[in-house]
């Protein structure tokens, strides 16, 4: 007597296969004997959580779904995997001025979630990338004229300076700069990157009396741009004042504490990009009409909110959890961790 039976061809690949079977007799035993491939199979088999959380598939012969249970893979980190959209909202606080700490502490509270503050600072360094790579090539329309500004912080013994440039039409911060110094060089990459995020020169650019915008806009935009210097939230000829830029810098230096505990450069200039694409994508702004200045720049925008950013396009909202997953060790104690997106169907886990 033959049947049809599927293999699931590589196993946990989600590809299955039907075959017509038989059962036969050798050396006492009885095994499956294929007789020829049919195709790939139509039908479904979905996987669902058994007892203890284990992940079970179906594995199906004659027709009848049956039962297999799997081990769980000794990379899983957290039995629990976090819903997508609670990875959205603690990257929202974290922006939003709440620490680490403050962010482990509620999550605890309304969510039952104990974990360390080392995960959530994986989602905070693997989402602000994924920010920063998705909003790369967005063109803002700005004005003809815009304002810069500087400010800075203590990083152990030596000062850290943020360099930010903004269209006061639209309040989008086109570019923002982080160094040890505050020279010609460091304000030209600034005006630089500005530059390139607009794609064209603008008419007028108003800083304070800091010498060092005077070489650093004359040899990025030569005798294309007019340089306006004036003091802080003083008029200038355009009408314009650096008021809204030094707002911006009241509002990044309330992270100045949070930013302290980072003693490496490269972790701050992360940090700084990933308030950039907050503030420009994601908070609201009184001067632009309540809405983000990015919306006011632009119809089209790539993300309204961090679950754009956490969710996959296209999933339907609470679908999906994220799993955090062991990829290499860099030193003792800190794990590097990959993120990984799991379909959720009722109480059945498949990852995709």
Same mark, same amino acid.
């Given at each position: 007597m033959t049947f049809i039976r599927a293999k699931e061809i590589p196993p946990g690949s989600g590809n299955w296969y039907d075959y017509e079977v038989k059962c036969v007799w050798e050396?006492?035993?009885?095994?499956?004997?294929?007789?020829?491939?049919?195709? /790939?199979?139509?039908?479904? &088999?979905?996987?669902?959580?058994?007892?203890?959380?284990?992940?079970?598939?179906?594995?199906?012969?004659?027709?009848?779904?049956?039962?297999?249970?799997?081990?769980?893979?000794?990379?899983?980190?957290?039995?629990? /995997?976090?819903?997508?959209?609670q990875i959205a909202s603690a990257m929202g606080m974290y922006y939003g001025g709440m620490s680490l700490d403050a962010i482990q502490q509620q999550f605890k509270q309304d969510h039952d979630l104990d974990m360390s503050e080392s995960n959530y600072w994986n989602w905070v360094t693997r989402f602000t990338k994924e920010?920063?790579?998705?909003? /790369?090539d967005f063109k803002p329309e700005v004005g003809d004229t815009w304002v810069a500004d500087e400010t800075y912080m203590k990083l152990k013994k030596r000062n850290v300076y943020f360099w930010d440039i903004i269209d006061p039409k639209t309040n989008y911060i086109l570019a923002t700069h982080v160094s040890f110094n505050r020279g010609a060089g460091d304000a030209r990459i600034l005006m630089r990157l500005a530059r390139i995020r607009a794609g064209k020169y603008p008419k007028e650019v108003i800083t304070d009396k800091l010498q060092s915008y005077i070489s650093g806009i004359g040899d990025e935009y030569g005798g294309r741009t007019k340089h306006v210097q004036g003091g802080p939230f003083k008029t200038v000829s355009s009408g314009e004042s650096t008021a809204e830029i030094e707002r911006f810098h009241r509002t990044?230096?309330?992270?100045?504490?949070? &930013?302290?505990?980072?003693k490496d450069i490269a972790s701050i200039r992360l940090l700084t990009d990933g308030w950039l694409v907050n503030y420009n994508f994601f908070k609201q702004n009184e001067g632009c009409g309540n809405i983000p200045p990015a919306q006011a720049a632009s119809k089209v925008v790539p993300c309204k909110d961090w679950n754009d950013i956490v969710i996959p396009e296209g999933a339907p909202d609470n679908d999906y959890q994220v799993k955090l997953s062991r990829r290499k060790t860099v030193k003792k104690g800190s794990p590097v961790m990959d993120a990984t997106l799991t379909p959720i169907v009722g109480d059945s886990r498949a990852e995709v």
């Open positions: 050396n006492g035993k009885p095994r499956q004997k294929v007789l020829r491939y049919i195709g /790939k199979s139509s039908r479904t &088999f979905a996987p669902r959580v058994g007892r203890g959380g284990v992940v079970a598939k179906s594995v199906p012969s004659a027709g009848i779904a049956t039962m297999k249970t799997e081990t769980p893979k000794p990379e899983t980190i957290h039995k629990m /995997k976090t819903p997508a959209k920010a920063i790579k998705k909003t /790369k990044l230096e309330q992270r100045a504490e949070v &930013f302290q505990k980072y």
